[in-house]
């Protein structure tokens, strides 16, 4: 995890949550949720870097020996000590950032946060680990109501203009100027491909702004595969390991049908539901995944009327799916005339990325009772429903969508494709490279 931290240039946006976090008045401990490579590591030492004098850093992964200073007593101040000694440095509130890296390492680590909240609220302290995800859902000491939790995610198509240089661009993105946008589509339909093949792993990222070397690109998303193949032999119960191993590895199968619903009988002949529920959630609850669950009626909130045995999943990042199908950069890149189902597969995968990093948890798809038109996704906001069709080249017909319009005609309706902005009377069209979508945003 070291190596994360020579990122030179990169941005992230979920910097400005971290820089408010550092300024609260009445701050809790803060916790970064999130998989394996995500950045997580970057994010806590750029963050003492930018606002404080010094940093203790300590990865209870790597520091086995420090593994145990939670276990006689949970006294912050005896705990610091501890900390002062192994880092050599010395902490002063409101100067030095603590840092507790694969804090799911230190056994009551987590229940220690709640002691550092209630007794030295002054001192900014920090917490990440790549199965915090997994250990939030199974241990009873988490300190609710003492900590705050900040998720992180691969970096979107916004963050990775931004690491190339492409400011501007990024820029005029956000900022939804159509005309000008207009004039550089060709560009930015290169540069949306290139990210199909990257992704948003920010490691993985580093790497092809450095080398612009795609072969090289592979490689570090082939090592990340594989170690998150060695965290499920090392984490997962024993008896869940062969069936996350076979879920993991079936995905493709899943994903490479026109209907991407999830099918059990496609890991294993006969399988059911629940033989495979409780690996699904493990890689669920450790990032890996996303479950786009399926709803016939549009009322809020869509999760209490959503089909929860009708699911579709997808994995986390776009690069890595492409990496783990073995597809080779030049077909993505360039087109291939066998390349035409799973490049809506990468399609849908990329528009679910943008909006999970933008914010949009709660996802679902549409399809009608007779099953007869389904719509990719609904993203539910706070005061928003987004209902969005997915289109992986310019073809612009949306008869799924009409349907929905048909039924709902007071909801925007949106389509996203290869295709140049256009705003009809009920539906708008938005490039793939200009999500996420917002339901407020200009036409």
């Not at 859902?137 to 916004?158: A, C, D, I, Q, Y």
Request: glycine share 6%.
């Amino acid at each position: 995890m070291a190596g994360l931290f020579v990122y030179s240039g990169m941005k992230r946006d979920i910097e400005a949550s971290l820089n408010a976090w550092v300024s609260k008045g009445k701050r809790k401990p803060l916790i970064l949720v999130g998989p394996r490579q995500v950045g997580k590591t970057w994010l806590m030492k750029t963050l003492g870097e930018n606002h404080f004098e010094g940093m203790a850093y300590i990865n209870f992964e790597r520091e086995i020996n420090l593994q145990r200073i939670f276990n006689d007593d949970l006294d912050p101040n005896r705990i610091l000590q501890v900390i002062e000694i192994a880092t050599s440095v010395n902490i002063r509130p409101g100067k030095t950032l603590v840092i507790l890296d694969e804090i799911q390492e230190a056994p009551n680590g987590l229940t220690a946060l709640k002691y550092f909240c209630e007794e030295l609220p002054d001192l900014h302290i920090i917490a990440a680990g790549s199965l915090l995800g997994v250990g939030l859902k199974t241990r009873s000491s988490f300190p609710v109501g003492k900590v705050e939790l900040l998720h992180v995610h691969p970096m979107s198509f916004n963050e990775y203009l931004n690491a190339l240089g492409e400011t501007a661009l990024s820029a005029h993105l956000k900022a939804h100027q159509w005309d000008l946008l207009n004039a550089f589509h060709d560009k930015l339909v290169n540069l949306l491909k290139t990210y199909y093949v990257v992704g948003g792993m920010p490691e993985v990222v580093d790497t092809y702004v450095r080398l612009k070397d795609l072969e090289e690109v592979r490689k570090v998303q082939e090592q990340i595969l594989m170690a998150y193949e060695r965290d499920f032999s090392k984490h997962a119960p024993s008896a869940v390991v062969p069936r996350i191993l076979q879920v993991w590895e079936g995905l493709l199968a899943q994903l490479a049908k026109e209907n991407k619903k999830f099918i059990y009988g496609l890991i294993r002949s006969g399988a059911r539901a629940k033989e495979y529920e409780a690996a699904i959630d493990w890689l669920l609850n450790y990032g890996l995944i996303t479950k786009v669950t399926r709803t016939s009626k549009i009322e809020r909130p869509l999760s209490a009327f959503a089909d929860t045995k009708a699911f579709k999943i997808y994995i986390h990042d776009v690069g890595l799916l492409s990496a783990k199908a073995a597809l080779h950069p030049d077909t993505i890149l360039n087109g291939n005339a066998l390349f035409k189902q799973f490049k809506g597969a990468l399609t849908e995968q990329y528009v679910l990325q943008q909006h999970i990093a933008h914010g949009h948890i709660h996802t679902f798809y549409w399809e009608n009772p007779s099953g007869q038109a389904e719509v990719d996704f609904l993203f539910e906001g706070k005061d928003d429903l987004i209902p969005l069709e997915v289109k992986a080249s310019e073809n612009l017909q949306s008869k799924s969508l009409k349907v929905f319009h048909s039924k709902y005609p007071q909801i925007p309706c949106f389509r996203t494709s290869l295709a140049r902005h256009k705003h009809e009377e009920w539906l708008t069209n938005l490039p793939l490279y200009s999500l996420p979508v917002t339901a407020h945003q200009p036409h």
